[in-house]
């Protein structure tokens, strides 16, 4: 049995403590936000929060998250309306989406540590989350927007 | 109560519809109305409400209560379609979009053509088709009030989702002209009057996305994200080879698998292999990670078959023999050889791009349920049609008991045109008694595609003493998409070859196209912009090197080798015919004059003349597909490793009409980025017949410090009928960044990818 906090909401699972993360939050715990990509942390679709520091969930074992804080794109907020979600809206990020929860994911927990990161810093963050429609330009400015920089 | 008082004849014949009524058939029974309009959220089907009101045709609902229902028959891939076709149904009806509820069509032949492909929800005759489908809803409204007020419908106009008199200032909420409007027979679809354009008041604004909101908290419903009681996941082991088949397999330590319940074996496919599924071995399990380990533990090993001495890296090697000879002639007019024989200078060069595959960020997933009654699916899919003829032929049932439901894709580029994954959710579920799931994993997805051709052409071109190109011969070699769907298949089809060959205007006297031999030992699909792909890098890297030939600056040159401003036919590029995508020149003509606004203006954007003075490295080229004109110039720089980065773009599009600016932009934004991974990194290589590459770090797409910071779109303002936008940005990509990296560097990366020139 492992216990852990998923979006606030403690979950005991007796589930294979290998299992990846991913597969527990989609197949066992039954959130779909958080995607399948690649299986290999190559892509990032998978990201969600442990105890704050995005991690990639395809690769993260069930055991590591034991006793820990697992935040998913359901729990960035109550009604989908942090800031970055705002500004994904706003600046109409998504194509496809797919990946965008990811994305975001990976930009909320740049932002808790870097409230007004650098373009570098952004690009560094979220290198690791590929968007195969395209939408790098958007989910830039979007990143900005949410972190009050203005553009210019 | 209100009744209709004059006899229905007259008064349609006021109306101007005569009385054949009916039309575009109405969902056929199977696909009868069932769900709530909120179903979006749930894995169920999506069909027009069954409360009273009135239904003019399978796309439009008008309740009672005034609330209209538009069904969204195309799929929802990021292109915003789910956005844009109700808005013009509904701008054509006069709609408030506040009380427009929008619902996902399933797979049903009463919506005609849902195969969303080639750039054709909007262009060509779909625009109209679209409208029509308001236009009835709207027609029938108007002929209410009008009937009532005892005025020509004429002068009514319906809007904000009522209808007005303006000229005794009357007001009808279509809410309460629904019972009246429900009595009438339905106007002829293909002769309903349409508004004029001016009144699309929405039309060419941008939209707000209408799945946005779901995306970024995590609750849009993809493919993958179907669940359904009971259900099980499989993971397959395909045959490494297309065409290989299963030697030996032993499912023992696969069953131990904790999760794992069934191993079952697929059938073998037959020749052509169209949208058949490869074979092999379905892993199924309870949870995705038991079926991925299940695959992982099962013991098999294969027969490679006919495919399996297929080398790409040497094939390349034949197809460069193949266009250095002589092929099958295509396009001629004057006599090329005589104007190369007799040139003072002669410029050839040699184009090579490899297969491609496509990497959606969600892989291939389908769910079916097979139970007495047929087979139900929840599928990712590009054409549910498609899906539901080729479900119902493995299952030998009759199509109307395939019922097919479609999700949100994450991502497809024509990928997921090609049902070969849900005939096998379908017969995985079938053996197994239970609703499944297929999920490709990402590795699957990348060795077992359809993938993009891999292409040789060689260009050569005859230029006079005075530097006028007086001879222009372009051969192109590459299996054919064909080769999927028939044996024997040697050359490209016209359709293929329609794709940047055929129809490029030059102002050249001497010109010829060859097509040269090309067998395909893997299954050949298409990818967003299909042939253009390789042909607009040939073409557009050519004119550049002639550029650099002629000792002209390369804008100048590509307008004096397009030519003057005018509608370029058969005749001029001499050819039988212009395939141009299916549509009539008469209405779709090819228009040099819109290649050339889009190369000055994209110029203009970009400040080649003066940014070039200052020592940036720019690239330029444009190129027409799908109906559409992208004129595209490239900026790149060395980064601080020396690595070559495309750092900006700009994109100038003359789509014609435009719908929603804002997605269109996004196109084309996407098409930059789209188009900048397949020439810096795209590259699938076959050994012994099965593909090298594994996942995203050995084939590579563009992330985010590899893709340009900023890319400025413009479209062109235009009454022209309207063009594609998904595709036709892709194309222009790849050669102005090969144009822009050889003004960088001085290396013309002739063969894609450029990564193989060690510059990125």
Known sequence: MIVLSINGREERLDVDPEMPLLWVIRDVVGLSGTKYGCGEALCGACTVHLDGEAVRACVTPLRRAAGREVTTIEGLSKDGDHPLQRAWVELGVPQCGYCQSGQIMSAAALLSKKPRPSNAEIDQSLAGNLCRCGTYTRIRAAVRKAAGIKEG | ?760
């Open chain 2, 1 to 760: 109560m209100s009744t209709l008082l004059v006899p229905r004849r007259s008064f349609l014949v006021a109306l101007g519809l005569g009385t054949t009524a009916l039309a575009l058939g109405v969902s056929t029974a199977e696909a009868q109305p069932k769900a709530t309009p909120d179903n979006w959220e749930r894995p169920t089907v999506a069909q027009l409400p069954e409360d009273g009101g009135f239904t003019p045709n399978a796309f439009v609902h008008v309740a009672l209560d005034g609330l209209v229902t538009i069904v969204c028959a195309r799929s929802e891939m990021g292109q915003g379609v789910r956005s844009s076709l109700p808005a013009l149904i509904g701008a054509e009806l006069g709609d408030d979009p506040a009380r427009v509820v929008i619902v996902q069509a399933d797979g049903d032949t009463a919506y005609g053509n849902q195969d969303t492909d080639g750039s054709s929800s909007v262009r060509g005759d779909a625009y109209d088709g679209l409208r029509r489908l308001g236009a009835a809803a709207r027609v029938m409204l108007v002929a209410a009030a009008a009937h009532r007020w005892s005025v020509p419908a004429t002068s009514c106009e319906a809007r904000d989702h009522a209808v007005v008199h303006a000229a005794s200032k009357r007001r009808a909420d279509f809410r309460d002209l629904v019972a009246d409007a429900a009595r009438l027979p339905l106007p002829n679809l293909p002769s309903v009057a349409l508004r004029p354009a001016r009144e699309l008041r929405r039309v060419g604004r941008s939209l707000p996305q209408l799945d946005a909101p779901a995306v970024v908290a995590g609750r849009a419903i993809y493919g993958a994200d179907v669940r359904l009681p009971g259900m099980l996941t499989a993971v397959i082991a395909r045959p490494p080879v297309v065409g290989g088949s299963v030697a030996t397999v032993d499912s023992k330590r696969a069953l131990t698998v904790p999760g794992v319940a069934h191993v079952i074996e697929l059938p073998q496919p037959k020749t052509p292999f169209a949208f058949q599924p490869l074979g092999g071995v379905a892993v199924v399990a309870d949870t995705t990670w038991a079926a991925m380990r299940g695959r992982a533990a099962l013991d098999v090993t294969w027969v490679a078959g006919s495919n399996g001495s297929y080398e790409s890296t040497e094939y390349r090697g034949q197809l460069l023999t193949a266009v250095r000879a002589e092929g099958k002639r295509v396009r001629n007019v004057g006599n090329v050889d005589a104007a190369l024989a007799g040139a003072w200078k002669r410029v050839v060069a040699e184009y090579t791009v490899p297969h491609l595959a496509h990497v959606p960020m969600e892989p291939p997933v389908s769910v079916a349920r097979v139970d007495a009654n047929g087979c139900e699916l929840w599928s990712s899919t590009q054409s549910p049609e498609e899906v539901r003829e080729q479900v119902a032929t493995a299952l030998k049932l009759d199509p109307k008991r395939v019922r097919v439901h479609v999700t949100l894709l994450g991502g497809a580029f024509g990928r997921k045109a090609k049902p070969d994954y849900d005939v096998e959710a379908a017969l995985v579920s079938k053996a197994v008694g239970s609703p499944v799931r297929v999920q490709w994993t990402r590795t699957d997805d990348i060795q077992n595609g359809y993938f993009h051709t891999t292409s040789a052409q060689r260009l050569e071109a005859g230029l006079d003493a005075s530097g006028k190109v007086v001879g222009w011969l372009h051969r192109t070699a590459f299996p054919s998409i064909s080769s999927t769907f028939a044996t024997g298949v040697t050359h490209a089809s016209d359709g293929e070859l329609g794709q940047g060959v055929l129809d490029l205007p030059l102002a050249i006297p001497n010109v010829r196209a060859e097509n040269g031999e090309a067998t395909a030992h893997v299954r050949i699909g298409w990818l967003r912009s299909v042939c253009n792909i390789h042909h607009a890098f040939a073409v557009g890297s050519f004119m550049d090197e002639l550029a650099h030939a002629r000792g002209r600056d390369p804008k100048d040159n590509l307008l004096d080798l397009l030519g003057v401003a005018r509608i370029v036919g058969a005749e001029e590029l001499g050819v039988k015919k212009v395939p141009n995508y299916g549509a009539p020149l008469d209405r779709y003509p090819i228009d040099v004059a819109r290649y050339r606004r889009c190369v000055e203006r994209v110029t203009e954007l970009a400040r080649w003349s003066s940014r070039t003075a200052e020592g940036r490295s720019l690239g330029l080229a444009v190129h027409h597909s799908f109906l559409t004109y992208v004129a595209v110039v490239a900026s790149v720089v060395r980064d601080s490793l020396g690595k070559v980065l495309v750092d900006e773009a700009w994109v100038v599009a003359d789509a014609g009409t435009v719908i929603n600016p804002d997605r269109v932009t996004a196109m084309m934004e996407g098409a930059v980025v789209f188009g900048t991974s397949l020439a810096l990194h795209g590259a699938i290589t076959m050994r012994a017949g099965a593909v090298v590459q594994t996942n995203f770090h050995d084939y590579r797409v563009a992330r985010m410090p590899e893709a340009p910071r900023a890319i400025r779109v413009e479209l062109i303002e235009s009454d022209a009928p309207p063009g594609g936008a998904g595709e036709p940005g892709v194309p222009p990509v790849a050669p102005a960044i090969a144009n822009a990296v050889f003004a960088l560097t001085g290396t013309r990366a002739r063969d894609l990818p450029m990564a193989q020139y060690r510059l990125v």
